[in-house]
């Protein structure tokens, strides 16, 4: 059964009129820390792309995406962009004054570019909270038809994307900027439901646009932001850039098979791309990129950062973790979603929800996870969803400890095997009571050398 791809529209929505003015090609490459967290909000996860110039994007916090297709998936990702992605400094790579620069470039006949999407892939709003994703971008300065082709994108999928890669736009996506053939324009779409047509009316999606506020989205940094808003009945999607408010998607839109589809897995991965021609793009201007097309133009990301906000009725037991930042510990932290790690691997998994899961874990392996906020109130249990089908009687511990691979562990459980190592199980322990912030690590014990257990997701509780 073939399905159309992800992000490819015909854009039958749009109506623009383009004052096809070339701006001065000026380099700004000013950097601005992640804002601070706002009262009453949590910061779940930031990147501000501090490090050395040339080098790449953090590998604890990105996968960079290489080649013209996910192994399995749809040709030119889907979309009949032209561009090799890949991972040469010259597509990819810190400026050293704090942006990241993500650059197409043209080789004889052949564009590349990059694209990297986040290790994590559950970013997704409590009960009762708001989740903010939020990135300061400066889009490729160029205009006219020198940029037509270029299409500059920040947006998130799915997480049961991963692994399939057949299963869009049912399992949603969130477009909180896109741009094309350098237009002074941002548009924000959200895509869902079955293609074409549906609900969102695929494969154009439910979209809007307007003109960047002030400065032309080319010539400076804007701040673009969405919302998932589940602290109101019905919920509620919406787009801002700099602040101001330009589309609003009603969970009453949908049907409640097409809403849950799209919001009732684990959550999300964010993408940063700048693609080179496609359906975009040409839907407005026929085929692109054109010989008139310069290469070389950078989109520059300051920062992107994801705060959930406290307000709301969270789910019983769950306190309000304190403003300052730290991954909420109560929520589900994706295994693969490790700052470090010692002797396993990641693949793709069956369980619900899809995405990855750790796997090859035997005696010795650990994973680390940095910054992990137990808030005020002490967290008592430690769960996580785990599988095996170790052979040979082979068990093993899995055990927590804080801040430190020697310090004793404040909780374990022993696992067997569960009937396959896709034969998944969440196992609870009891930990001694944790607050505050922390580093964690979970290691694996076994008194033999096979690997005895998969990794899916940890989490804590009460």
């Known amino acids: 059964m073939s399905h159309p791809p992800t992000r490819k529209r015909s854009l039958g929505w749009i109506s623009i009129v383009v004052a096809a003015l070339l701006l001065p090609m000026v380099a700004i ?38 080649g013209h297709a996910y192994p399995g998936g749809p040709a030119n990702w889907g979309t009949g962009e032209v561009q090799n992605y890949t991972a040469s400094p010259s597509n990819l790579s810190l400026d050293g004054g704090g942006n ?32 903010r994703i939020e990135g300061r971008i400066q889009m490729p300065n160029v205009t006219g038809s020198a940029a037509l082709g270029y299409w500059p994108a920040f947006w998130a999928l799915g997480a049961p994307y991963r ?10 996506e969130f477009d909180i900027m896109e741009n094309v053939n350098g237009i002074n324009s941002v548009w924000g779409v959200l895509h869902c439901g079955v293609s074409p047509g549906g609900p969102c009316n695929e494969t154009t999606g439910l979209g809007a646009s307007r003109a960047c506020p002030g400065s032309s989205c080319q010539s400076a940094f804007h701040t673009y932001r969405f919302e998932w808003d589940r602290a109101v009945t019905p919920n509620q999607l919406r ?24 919001t009732g897995h684990q959550g999300y991965f964010l993408l940063l791309n700048v693609a080179m021609g496609g359906a975009f793009p040409n839907a407005l201007a026929g085929q692109t990129p054109t010989a008139a097309t310069v290469s070389g133009r950078p989109m520059l990301v300051d920062y992107v950062a994801v705060w959930q906000s406290g307000s709301g009725t969270p789910p019983t037991g769950t306190p309000t973790p304190p403003p300052g930042g730290g991954v909420d510990a ?11 790690q010692s002797g396993t691997a990641v693949e793709t998994t069956t369980d619900t929800g899809g995405g990855q899961n750790v796997s090859q874990i035997g005696n010795g392996n650990w994973l680390r996870f940095d910054g992990v906020n137990f808030g005020t109130a002490a967290a008592t249990q430690f769960k996580a969803r785990v599988a095996s089908g170790a052979a040979g009687g082979a068990s093993g511990l899995v055990q927590v400890r804080l801040d430190s691979l020697t310090a004793a562990p404040i909780g374990d459980f022993a696992l067997g095997n569960t009937g396959g190592w896709q034969s998944w ?38």
Not at 32 to 40: F, I, L, N
Not at 428 to 447: D, E, K, L, R, W
């Open 239 to 262: 787009w801002y850039v700099d602040g101001q408010q330009f589309h609003s998607v009603s969970q009453a839109q949908f049907d409640a098979g097409t809403w849950n589809a799209m």
């Open 100 to 131: 990241l620069r993500i650059t197409p470039v043209k080789n004889g006949t052949e564009w590349t570019s990059a694209r990297i999407e986040t290790r994590r892939s559950d970013f997704k709003p409590a009960d009762g909270r708001v989740l």
């Open 29 to 66: 490459t000013a950097h601005a820390a992640v804002p601070p967290t706002p009262s009453g909000w949590s910061l779940v996860w930031s990147d501000d792309f501090t490090g050395g110039a040339g080098s790449l994007p953090s590998s604890a916090n990105w996968i960079v995406d290489t």
């Open 163 to 172: 692994g399939s890669y057949w299963n869009w736009p049912g399992i949603g």
């Open 425 to 462: 199980r969440t196992v609870p322990a009891n930990i001694a009571g944790v607050t505050g912030t922390h580093t964690v690590y979970v290691t694996f014990t076994s008194g033999q050398p096979a690997d005895f257990v998969n990794l899916n997701w940890i989490t804590f509780g009460n």
């Open 330 to 340: 109560r929520s589900t932290i994706q295994a693969e979603r490790y700052q470090a």
